[in-house]
């Protein structure tokens, strides 16, 4: 399975931008993932595998969405309210089996290649 990222770019901060995460064949459970410099990756958010469960970490909870489209093999991240400290390269991420929310890195079978989204003051 390979999976694209995309819909990066730049927005001021308070802008939104939607993040797709195209995937060649069928996954289960998704997650997002984002990278700044000189920082560890972190979890942005995950869901399962019928969309109908989702978890996201404080920081994003409230601002972020995840969503998928199965019969596109699509997942979505709409962004909203961004902040500078959001900047960063945000990377999708699947499972092949399993469909339970995941939160770290080491879970998930595929990664995308980066997008990068970088939020102006």
């Known amino acids: 399975v390979q999976l694209q990222a995309f819909g990066g770019g730049l927005v001021q901060a308070g802008g939104s931008l939607r993040l797709s995460c195209a995937a060649s064949?069928?996954?289960?459970?998704n997650g997002w993932f984002r990278q700044a410099p000189g920082k560890e990756r972190e979890f942005v958010a995950a869901?399962?595998?019928?969309?109908?469960?989702?978890y996201y970490p404080d920081f994003v909870k409230g601002r972020f969405t995840i969503s998928r489209d199965n019969a596109k093999n699509t997942v979505y991240l709409q962004m909203n309210s961004l902040k500078p400290e959001d900047t960063a390269v945000y990377y999708c991420a699947a499972v092949e089996l399993g469909g339970r929310i995941r939160v770290r890195p080491d879970e998930y079978d595929y990664w995308g290649q980066g997008t990068l989204v970088t939020v102006s003051s």
């Open positions: 064949g069928r996954t289960f459970s």
């Open positions: 869901i399962n595998w019928s969309g109908s469960s989702t």
